[in-house]
């Protein structure tokens, strides 16, 4: 059984005890299911839009620089030649598409492997609500420095989408928001520690989209 304290806004400890079993999200942790979704994840940012231009491509003449006997110099092809400063690329770059997927029960598992990591490294600080009357960045600030975390890297986890909170936590580099729903195995590994409401944790565990 998995138990951990519940915060209020104020950093205070309220008492009160969040208990689950942890079969409840995976039986155990698959280190290398957690790494094929971390990659996939990865791979879909890429642009891919990285390219070369091949001797096709670049400027000059196509015109043989100087014949080929007679000279005393060795025999040279154009000046788009891959060989020459200037010139194209032998195997130029493409733009490429990096994007795959993982089938969507598999990425399910992953993101509740990478919670169930989370609160086994201890690394999982529960508050039992965040309210915001307006868009402020040191409101945030001053709940992190409460809770301690002010110096590590940190994902809040909320229940739903709320303007305010994202507004007000933008400008710390070092805090990242998602609602309970877009939660992922890359989102929850990427942060070390993971600040998380209970009415986002109780979404979480009824169902873990990870897509």
Known sequence: MISVAIHNQAGQDTGAKY?????????????????????MYQANLRQGTAKTKTR?????????LYRQKGTGNA?????????????????????????????????QIATKMALLGKFQDSEVIIVDSLK???????????????????????LLAIDQHDPVVWRSARNIPTLSVSPAGELNALKLLEKRRLIVTTGALDQIRGKVQGG
């Open 19 to 39: 208990e689950f079993d942890p079969a409840e999200l995976a039986g155990e942790i698959n280190k290398q299911l957690l790494h094929d979704a971390v990659v």
């Open 56 to 64: 096709s491509e670049v400027a000059g003449s196509s015109k043989k």
């Open 132 to 154: 915001l009357e307006e868009p402020k960045t040191k409101v945030i600030a001053a709940v992190l420095k409460a809770l301690g975390v002010e110096q590590d890297t940190c």
């Open 75 to 107: 025999r040279v092809g154009n000046k788009r030649t891959p060989v020459r400063r200037g010139g194209g690329h032998a195997f130029a770059k493409r733009p490429k598409d990096w994007s795959y997927r993982l089938p969507r029960k598999a990425l």
